[in-house]
């Protein structure tokens, strides 16, 4: 079973090209600055951790994360900006001498602090792409989740799948 950090990140634009070349080349942007960033290092004991690309949009901002330790509002609805949704992901494995909930909390902090090397990497440019606006307010977060099949949804820190109630 896999443990998920889902995150979207913003590059803000005055308008939106949606050609299917200019996304590609803004995702393309994107994963060589991913690639490029330290947040692997946070992989503790050799645990196998990534970000996994899922998609690329262009519209309205909106956001279903929240900004850990920030009550700032998302920018101005008029805003546009090309939206990747991506996730931070780990496997996880309860090793010997651990609970469920032990390692869940030791895997929780781990990509945790992977997202804070990607902020530390957005203040210092690494995202930055040419006529693109990035700030502080370019990546949002949510709870770390088990990755579950399609109509069901993690629970709490335990490695299992209940149905999904929506």
């Known amino acids: 079973m896999r443990l998920n950090l889902?995150?979207?990140?913003?590059?803000?634009?005055?308008?939106?090209?949606?050609?299917e070349e200019n996304l590609l080349q803004i995702r393309n942007?994107?994963?060589?600055?991913?690639?490029?960033?330290?947040?692997?290092?946070?992989?503790?004991?050799?645990t196998n951790c990534d970000a996994?690309?899922?998609?690329?949009?262009?519209?309205?901002?909106?956001?279903?994360?929240?900004?850990?330790?920030s009550k700032r509002a998302v920018r101005a609805s008029s805003d546009l900006a090309y939206k990747v949704e991506f996730v931070l992901d780990t496997l996880f494995e309860v090793k010997e001498g651990q609970t469920d909930v032990s390692r869940?909390?030791?895997l929780e902090a781990m990509l945790y602090n992977m997202v804070?090397?990607?902020?530390s990497d957005v203040e210092n440019g690494l995202f930055d792409i040419q006529g693109l606006a990035v700030d502080s307010r370019s990546?949002?977060?949510?709870?770390?989740?088990?990755g579950c099949p399609k109509g069901s949804r993690s629970k709490?820190?335990?490695?299992?799948?209940?149905?999904?109630?929506?």
């Open 52 to 69: 996994r690309f899922v998609q690329l949009t262009c519209g309205p901002v909106s956001t279903q994360r929240t900004k850990r330790k």
């Open 6 to 19: 889902p995150s979207e990140f913003f590059y803000y634009t005055n308008a939106c090209n949606s050609s």
């Open 156 to 166: 709490s820190t335990t490695p299992s799948c209940g149905k999904s109630i929506c």
């Open 116 to 119: 804070e090397q990607l902020s």
């Open 139 to 146: 990546l949002y977060v949510g709870f770390v989740e088990f």
């Open 104 to 106: 869940y909390q030791e």
């Open 29 to 46: 942007n994107f994963i060589k600055a991913l690639n490029s960033s330290a947040y692997r290092d946070f992989c503790s004991d050799g």
